[in-house]
């Protein structure tokens, strides 16, 4: 099953735009995590942003959490052509390891 | 580091034919995962491996699904008597432990089965 949702599904914006994804997810979390995957690829971590931390950043993303409303933000600025690609958000279930469960993603296109 | 290796990228089958996948983590990785993915949709942890042990299944892991990791090192996936709604990406994943909770994993290409 899916923890998070991405919203929005798809989204397509021109270089140099900012481009917002958003996720929410379920349960109790200690850490959050967002990776990129290329089409038809494997999934590529980006950013980890822990339960105690509200923001993070790492070159041109900037990471969100608020446990709150159990949401997260991922912002990439200055978008690239080359930023195309599904972005999913990924939480920790289960006990003893860290099995992650993943969002249903968000698929950016980003034109030149 | 040489990342994580899957192979074939690609497989194609026809229905009730076995099908093996191979995963080889990264050297020092201890911790296997393997995860399935459809179209449009995000991966599903499937098993994972701490060492040679298997530690958990998913439900989603039929009897016809059966995977190894002998020696702690590669690790395969076969699925037996294949049906076209196991039609899917195949994700292998390795990951070392850092700390209580926070591990990032690290993905293969996949390998992408297409049952016919």
């Known amino acids: 099953s899916q923890q998070g949702e991405e919203d929005p599904q798809a989204l397509s914006i021109q270089e140099g735009e900012n481009a917002t994804m958003n996720c929410s997810y379920k349960?109790?979390?200690?850490?959050l995590q967002w990776y990129r995957q290329n089409s038809g690829r494997g999934l590529v971590h980006l950013i980890l942003i822990r339960s105690n931390e509200r923001e993070k950043h790492s070159g041109r993303l900037r990471v969100t959490l608020d446990t709150s409303k159990k949401s997260s933000s991922l912002l990439i600025t200055a978008s690239r052509a080359a930023d195309t690609a599904s972005y999913f958000c990924?939480?920790?279930?289960?006990?003893?390891?860290?099995?992650?469960?993943f969002g249903t993603g968000t698929r950016l296109l980003v034109s030149p | 580091d040489t990342g994580v290796s899957q192979d074939p990228r690609h497989k194609i089958t026809k229905r009730g034919q076995n099908v093996t996948f191979r995963c080889d983590p990264i050297s020092e990785h201890n911790r296997l995962y393997w995860y399935r993915q459809t179209l449009g949709q995000g991966p599903e942890f499937l098993t994972y491996?701490?060492?040679?042990?298997?530690?958990?299944k998913s439900r989603l892991l039929s009897d016809r699904f059966s995977a190894e990791r002998p020696k702690g090192s590669f690790s395969t996936l076969e699925i037996q008597r294949t049906e076209q709604g196991d039609s899917a990406m195949y994700l292998c994943a390795s990951s070392t432990r850092r700390g209580q909770g926070n591990e990032k994993l690290f993905f293969g290409s996949g390998t992408q089965l297409s049952v016919l």
């Open positions: 349960t109790s979390i200690n850490n």
């Open positions: 990924a939480t920790p279930s289960g006990t003893g390891f860290q099995k992650l469960v």
């Open positions: 491996f701490q060492n040679e042990a298997q530690l958990e």
